[in-house]
Every structure is written in C-alpha cells, then in structure tokens.
C-alpha cells in the first residue's frame, strides 16, 4: 500500500498529466520485474500467496 499512498500524496501536488506518467513508469517496473521472473518462480510466489493471503482474507471477512 506504500506505492499507491504516494502515488495519491505526489497528486495532490502535481499535475494529473505527470502523475498519469509516474503511474505508467511504476507499471513498466513491474511488468519487467515479473517478465524477468522464470515460470517456476512465478508459480512458487503466487502458490506462496494463495496459501498464506487467502486464508487471512476468509478468516477476516
């Protein structure tokens, strides 16, 4: 949530036009962090994820 906080923080001081830029930049950083990832990696955080995330969102919901 600290990406998004600051994204909303730096709005309220910028322009909508540059902060639609830093929107797309962050957005190509991930892209390009997952694309590096190899496939086994991926299944393995996303496996991570699903069995440490999920129960906490069914257990506080």
Excluded: W
């Amino acid at each position: 949530m600290i990406i998004p906080n600051a994204i909303a923080a730096f709005g309220k001081i910028a322009n909508p036009k540059s902060l639609a830029v830093l929107s797309q930049q962050l957005l190509e950083i991930d892209y390009h962090t997952v694309a590096i990832n190899t496939h086994n990696s991926l299944q393995k955080c996303f496996g991570d994820y699903l069995t440490r995330i999920v129960p906490v969102l069914i257990m506080t919901n």
